[in-house]
């Protein structure tokens, strides 16, 4: 639907669909004959009414000079004014020429005041004149007809797709978000895995040094029973050493004391 293909800046919403009305909703078909089936459809389904748009639609464009309006030099620095509507809305390569089509001669305006001021003072008429659409979804056509009021079928039909298009815009953004707090998580999980895995290795690290220095202080304590124990038998042998001295040389006195007589 043509709803879906065109781009409406902010705030244009209300006015587009005042301009454009039942053929937001219509369908976009090469030629006219390929919109039977549809209508055929529709009417045995009694499911109302279709409207199929050609993409190359016969239109005559012959009284614009460089597709631009011989008017329009004469009121776009006009206070109030907003713009061309085939200047100010986009699309596609392939629906530009049907873009044009649907809002030829469509000025955007912000206030009615505005639009009663230019037609007051314009110099154009019907056919050929411009069709003045306020902000908030007025028409004041060339031939000075005006049409506005409550909404119709299509009335907030772009706003609410806007509104649809900004809230999938913050679940996508909600969803990358949440993935990324995701393999955050997964990120600290395995962290934390690594952590506890390191800590089991320091705490075994730690029992093992225990061990050994339980293990170095039993040798410690053995090897100095030992050396207590060989100390004292080099002082019990230093002291039979020194009574065999005193024993030898009480034995060399008496030797040399027999000599003598």
Do not use: C
């Amino acid at each position: 639907a043509v709803a879906e293909w065109i781009t409406v800046p902010a705030g244009l919403d209300r006015a587009v669909e005042a301009m454009l009305g039942e053929r937001l909703r219509a369908w976009l078909v090469n030629q006219p004959i390929d919109g039977l089936p549809a209508l055929e459809f529709l009417r045995h389904h009694r499911l109302g009414k279709g409207t199929f748009l050609p993409l190359q639609p016969r239109y005559a464009f012959g009284a614009h000079e460089g597709g631009v309006p011989s008017w329009w030099s004469a009121i776009k620095g006009e206070a109030g004014v907003v713009g061309l509507a085939s200047e100010l809305l986009t699309a596609p390569g392939e629906f530009q020429e049907t873009l044009r089509w649907l809002v030829d001669r469509m000025v955007v305006v912000d206030t009615l005041d505005t639009a009663f001021r230019l037609w007051a003072h314009g110099v154009w008429a019907t056919p050929d004149g411009p069709i003045l659409v306020t902000q908030t979804g007025e028409v004041l056509e060339s031939s000075g007809a005006l049409v506005g009021g409550s909404g119709d079928a299509t009335s907030g039909l772009l706003e609410r797709r806007r509104a649809t298009e900004e809230l999938e815009r913050t679940i996508q953004s909600l969803s990358k978000a949440l993935e990324q707090n995701r393999r955050r998580r997964e990120d600290a999980e395995v962290a934390r895995e690594q952590t506890r895995s390191r800590l089991k290795e320091l705490a075994q690290a730690i029992r093992d040094a225990e061990m050994q220095i339980l293990a170095l202080g039993k040798d410690q304590s053995g090897y100095r029973t030992r050396l207590d124990e060989l100390t004292r038998r080099v002082e019990f042998m230093s002291a039979e050493l020194q009574d065999l001295d005193a024993s030898q040389r009480g034995l060399e006195g008496e030797v040399t004391a027999s000599r003598e007589r």
